[in-house]
């Protein structure tokens, strides 16, 4: 299974068909895969050779796409990194993945310059930036590319074991880690996603969010799978999504939770302009009830949900389920299976909470030169997620909240996701965030931090008092409550608790 193989495939069978749109540009597949060997044909030459690893530090761009397509078909790895990601960072991916060279723009060249010295084992003719020139020291992509030839690089040898990209986890809880996934493993998210979302060579699929993030991969894989058109943004914008959408006749899109609700909160939103859709996926952190159920009535049949980790095991909630499953994260994708567990590594009944493990054929082989990390994540061929959920009797997955962001008061288990599911049902709440502080009497309390809807009034004590009135035990009623503009998040745009913990405690 050589994922490498799909631009080519695509280019003869489908050559004239639509494969990319970005800003003005729109490529054919005959068209795009000769970016692609111009590119591959250009690496080669520069000395990349087969498990050579390559960083990109790049905004969305169509030439993003084509390192990422590029790479697979010379059996290089890509490890992708956010443009938003700090210095030290960046400094400890590039040092931790062995990366050769780099791809970057000109934008970010006073970062590249703070660490081309702690990075010697890239050497000074790798350093590239997208565009017809560079500044001194640097070199320019088409410059590189332009005099590349665009036929088919040389067979590489690729296996179905042989990694593919290395992608670092945002890192919410502790210290990203590199996970590495193989040309079988993102084989499968062409054939199961695309299966799960049905797609076909007739759909149109959009990405909004950055594409250096897994979840991007959920759409990106299938759409060169199935030979479809893929409509790239060059960053999340709630009115050029929804024009975007309607102009394209998109069919497919995937968005983090605070995208869909800056989606349904913008003035220009009207389920009539986005009728094409055939899903509108969430993914990355949960979707709160309250926003999934007006979702479901403003585009109805539409809306999935996927929970998963990039280590490898996902559970879909399938549009078809939403009606009678929707506070679940759905079921596990085809060939996965699962099970929840107690500490002692028990299974739990039916409706008893526990940790979350699973397996399937998109598990990582581990994390990048850290065996007792991927030691202490893979059991016996089985994920341990760290995240607390039940199952009901038809075997659909509740998430409950991550093991390590539960609140102990009192000797009694909180989590602050069933608090958040309340408070966001307040009218003037728009996201809430909800964490655990040091309490004398109890050990810890739990204080809540709101983002309001646009025009609504900061009242502190109301909000927290009607969160408390709703609330089902004592013990999950709100000590205090902040009221913030917006939320810290990582580069993936997850929400940063830790650092509202540590506002709130002023450390």
């Given amino acids: 299974m050589n994922i490498g193989t799909l631009p080519a495939r695509q280019a003869e069978f489908r050559g004239d068909h639509i494969a990319v749109v970005f800003k003005e540009k729109r490529l054919t597949f005959r068209q795009f895969n000769a970016r692609i060997n111009r590119l591959a044909n250009a690496l080669i030459e520069s000395g990349i050779s087969k498990g050579d690893k390559i960083a990109t530090i790049l905004p969305n761009c169509i030439e993003l796409l084509e390192l990422y397509w590029a790479a697979a078909k010379i059996g290089a790895v890509v490890v992708p990194s956010s443009t938003l990601l700090q210095l030290a960072g960046l400094r400890t991916l590039l040092k931790k993945s062995d990366c050769v060279m780099v791809f970057s723009v000109a934008t970010f060249t006073d970062t590249l310059n703070a660490i081309r010295d702690d990075v010697p084992a890239i050497a000074a003719d790798r350093w ?125 899109t995937i968005m983090v939770p605070s995208q869909i609700v800056q989606l349904m909160d913008a003035p220009e939103f009207d389920s009539a302009r986005l009728q094409s859709l055939e899903m509108l996926q969430t993914l990355g952190a949960p979707l709160h009830l309250a926003h999934k159920q007006r979702l479901a009535r403003e585009l109805p049949g539409r809306f999935y949900e996927l929970y998963g980790l990039t280590e490898g095991f996902m559970t879909i909630l399938d549009k078809t389920d939403v009606e009678h499953k929707l506070a679940s994260v759905g079921a596990p994708a085809a060939f996965h299976e699962m099970k929840i567990l107690d500490e002692d590594g028990n299974q739990v009944p039916v409706g008893a909470p526990g940790e979350i493990v699973g397996r399937g054929p998109m598990l990582m082989p581990g994390y990048y030169k850290r065996d007792d990390l991927t030691a202490a994540a893979i059991r016996d061929g089985w994920l341990h997620t760290g995240d607390i959920g039940y199952v009901d009797e038809d075997g659909f997955l509740y998430l409950v909240d991550r093991k390590k962001e539960m609140i102990i008061s009192g000797g009694v288990n909180v989590y602050p996701r069933d608090i958040e599911e309340i408070a966001v049902g307040h009218p003037d709440v728009s996201e809430v965030a909800v964490f655990g502080v040091p309490n004398e009497k109890w050990g810890e309390t739990p204080v809540g931090a709101v983002v309001l809807r646009a025009g609504a009034a900061s009242d502190t004590a109301g909000i927290k008092a009607w969160i408390n009135e709703r609330v089902e035990a004592k013990f999950q009623r709100l000590s205090d409550l902040l009221i913030v503009d917006e939320f810290p998040r990582n580069v993936a745009g997850k929400v940063l608790k830790r650092e509202l913990r540590a506002r709130y405690l002023g450390a």
């Fill in 128 to 252: 590239i930036l997208i565009g017809r020139t560079a500044p001194d020291g640097y070199r320019a992509y088409f410059d590189m590319v332009d005099r590349a030839a665009d036929t088919e690089p040389p067979d590489a040898g690729i296996g179905p074991e042989d990694p593919y990209n290395i992608i670092f986890t945002s890192g919410t809880t502790g210290e990203p880690k590199g996970i590495v996934h193989t040309h079988r493993v993102r084989g499968n998210y062409c054939t199961i996603f695309a299966s799960a979302w049905r797609m076909t060579p007739e759909s149109v699929v959009m990405h909004a969010g950055s594409i250096v993030f897994n979840g991007a991969f959920l759409t990106l894989m299938p759409w060169m799978f199935v030979g479809c058109t893929y409509v790239l943004l060059p960053s999340f914008d709630p009115t050029s999504a929804i024009e975007t959408i309607e102009r394209e006749r998109v069919t497919h």
